[in-house]
Structures are given as C-alpha cells and as structure tokens.
C-alpha cells in the first residue's frame, strides 16, 4: 500500500468513524460526510491522473458535483430543523413526525 493510498483510506475511516461514534449533532454529522466525499473525490482524481485517461475525468467532477448537491441539501436540512425544533441535536429530532 502507498503512501497516498494509506492517506485517503485513513481519512475516508476518520470520516466514517466520526460518522458512527461521534452523533450528537446534525452539524458534525454533516461535516463527516462532506469530509468522506471529498477524500473520495481526490482520491479518485488521483486515480484518473496515475491512469492517463482521458475516458474518466468526467468523473472525478461528477462526484464534485453530487457532493457540492449533497452539502446544499444538508445544510437546508440544518436550518429547518433548527427553526421548528430550535436546536441540532439528533436526539431531539423525532423522524416519525412530519
């Protein structure tokens, strides 16, 4: 395993780690995720450029675009659930109520 491969890895595990222990609120949760996509992203931005293919550069921009789709979405989830139940805490939020 190289150097750069045991890079991304670790910080996809970080982001997956803080994602699973580390829940209290919606905001960190939020950032785990973002942190995830973007070791994704360079990651396989790395892999395109070690292949030289012109074939699969429309996808490291791809999964950029999703994650930028996935941040917008989640921090609108972040405002409204913090207008109608005035905090972030995932323990107050109660899924099965519209």
């Given amino acids: 395993m190289t150097p750069v491969h045991f890079a991304f890895s670790s910080a996809f595990i ?3 780690t803080g994602l699973a222990f580390h829940r209290t609120h919606l905001l960190s949760a939020l950032l785990c995720l973002e942190g995830m996509m973007l070791s994704l992203f360079i990651a396989l931005s790395l892999w395109t450029v070690h292949l030289n293919s012109t074939s699969l550069c ?4 791809l999964l950029l675009a999703f994650s930028a789709c996935e941040a917008s979405a989640g921090l609108a989830l972040l405002v409204a659930t913090a207008r109608t139940h005035g905090t972030d805490h995932l323990q107050n939020l109660n899924l099965l109520q519209c």
């Fill in 14 to 16: 970080l982001g997956l």
């Fill in 58 to 61: 429309a996808a490291p921009m």
